[in-house]
């Protein structure tokens, strides 16, 4: 009913600018569901490695996480981790309209490895696409909610004022121990001593390269991460191909 209100406004002359949010967000939508495509593909067509047997470039690992030299501790959980990040956002109203602000995201990490049963090699998760990454902590809280003693000293020491606000944390880490599927550019480890000669994986990191996009870490096997995102990417391309076509049907009836 709403679709066939908004034809009959476009063809009233009111409704030219909700034509074109129509066709350009459909074409958006349409074109990032392509960008999943192409990466599912990828994914699907990359073949996961042997940790002792990877080479140089584009590799897929699944493995164990064993702590390096360092760990972290999550700022909101308490929890030991390898990495975390951190968003702090406000609920703010805009007339009839509510939207997110975000105050304050971070991210911070340290090498670990990962291990399966051929050996190990050093990960840096910097720069990783996380979006497949199980969120650990996520809290909603409404003007009156009690807030954590942690997420209150985390506000404290960055000077965020949360009382009698509609706030909104999120919370993502990667814990020792913990089976983690990566796909990154295996590369020169600048952590390998040059007076000692070792095997050949023992002198790579795993991590973002400069030109190289492709760079996601999940909590999910490559089966589960596929399954997952299949139908949201057929979701996005078909929903992007009606939208598109319904505005471009409204801008043009503005014409007739």
Sequence with gaps: MQVFLAIQQAGSG??????LILFFGGLLLFYSGLKKLQRDR??????????????????????????????????????ECVYCRVSVSEWRRRGKRTHLVEHRAREKGVLFYLEDDTGKVLVDARGADLTNL???????????????????????????????RRMEFEETFIEPGEDLYVMGTAQPSPQQDSNEQQEGHK????????????????????????????SRTRFMIFSGIFLAALGLFMIISQFK
């Design 14 to 19: 009111n409704g030219i600018g909700f034509a």
């Design 42 to 79: 990828l994914i699907a067509n990359i073949p996961t490695s042997k940790i002792r047997s990877m080479a140089m470039g584009i590799v897929e690992l699944y493995g164990t996480i064993q702590t390096y030299e360092e760990t972290l501790t999550a700022p909101f959980s308490g929890k």
């Design 134 to 164: 199980t969120r650990d902590v996520s809290v909603k809280l409404d003007d009156d909610d009690e807030m954590t003693d942690r997420i209150k000293d985390y506000c404290d020491k960055h000077n965020i004022n949360w009382q009698n």
């Design 203 to 230: 002198n790579i990191m795993v991590g973002y390269a400069q030109g190289q996009r492709m760079y996601y870490i999940s909590d999910k096997s490559e089966k589960e991460l596929l399954h997952n995102s299949g």
